[in-house]
């Protein structure tokens, strides 16, 4: 599992006035998550959902967590309820599926992963995971990931513009603060 898609949906708080404190508590939370302290990652983020109940990104990671400790019917539960308050969460569809993959549930696994696809056609990881999943199942059709290379291209293209972004940014700052 990587941290970044528990970072991208850490971003999806919306503006009300919680907020601020929310996104604070939050960092904690990810924090403990970025160490390898789920079960602390899980305290956090339990306490953060009864302070903040419609925190909907919170139910995802709290899910991820208890998925990292192998708690898969938790984890279910709670990417359940953040699904079910915003059904178009393609990151914790994804993850849904993720925790069925896990547990042997292909079946399953395959219907988050295109229900994910299906909210988010470029969900990369999500078009990968299935491709797994198939592949799993022996049902794997190499034509009907055809796309796929064109999701790589484009996510490759994206980290390239980002290293290069970075090494202007740098040389920028050395230029400014040079002798």
Partial sequence: MKIPIILYSLLL?????????AEKQ?????NYFKTGDYKSAEVKAKKLIKKFPDY??????????LQLQKKF???IKYYKIAIQMN??????INNLGNTYHAMGDLKNAQSSFEKAIERN??????????GNVKKDLNNFDQNNFKD????????DTALQNLHRHKHMRKQRHFL???D
């Fill in 148 to 155: 796929l290379h064109k999701f790589y291209k484009f996510q």
């Fill in 73 to 75: 019917s938790e984890a």
């Fill in 121 to 130: 056609p470029k969900l990369t990881f999500a078009i990968c995971n299935l």
């Fill in 176 to 178: 400014e603060h040079r």
């Fill in 13 to 21: 708080i919306t503006g009300s006035v919680w907020a601020a404190e």
């Fill in 26 to 30: 939050a960092q904690i939370m990810l």
């Fill in 87 to 92: 059904p178009n969460f393609s990151i914790a």
């Fill in 56 to 65: 909907v990104a919170m139910y995802n990671a709290l899910g991820l967590c």
